[in-house]
């Protein structure tokens, strides 16, 4: 059984920075694209980036490119999102998604709970 356990999220000011992690069992992680979403109150959830099983490609949504970096450690099963220059409206609860395709919208077969966000003076 796949789970996608997400952590790192908090309160931070604007132009902050946090670090989240998304710690996976239950599978090949090494061989799993993965990918972050996040969901602000009353809006749909949203695309963020991927990066590839061996972690030698990433991509990252144009609103974040530049601010937000994606990264892998297969030994640790764990993926990473690196948010920079945080700004309020980058507040959202945070996703971490095993193996997303998009086929007109995403399709994931697995996601984790979430982690909560914040930015804020």
């Known amino acids: 059984q796949v789970q996608l356990v997400e952590s790192g999220g908090g309160l931070v000011q604007p132009g902050g920075s946090l670090r989240l992690s998304c710690v996976a069992s239950g599978g090949t992680f090494s061989t799993w694209t993965m990918g972050w979403f996040r969901q602000a109150p009353g809006k749909e959830r949203e695309f963020v980036g991927t990066i590839t099983g061996s972690g030698d490609s990433t991509y990252v949504a144009d609103s974040m490119l530049g601010r937000f970096t994606i990264s892998r450690d297969n030994a640790k099963n764990t993926v990473y999102l690196q948010m920079n220059s945080l700004k309020p409206e980058d507040t959202a609860v945070y996703y971490c998604?095993?193996?997303?395709?998009?086929?007109?919208?995403?399709?994931?077969?697995?996601w984790g709970r979430g982690t909560q966000v914040t930015v804020s003076s």
């Open positions: 998604a095993a193996e997303p395709k998009y086929y007109s919208q995403w399709l994931v077969d697995y």
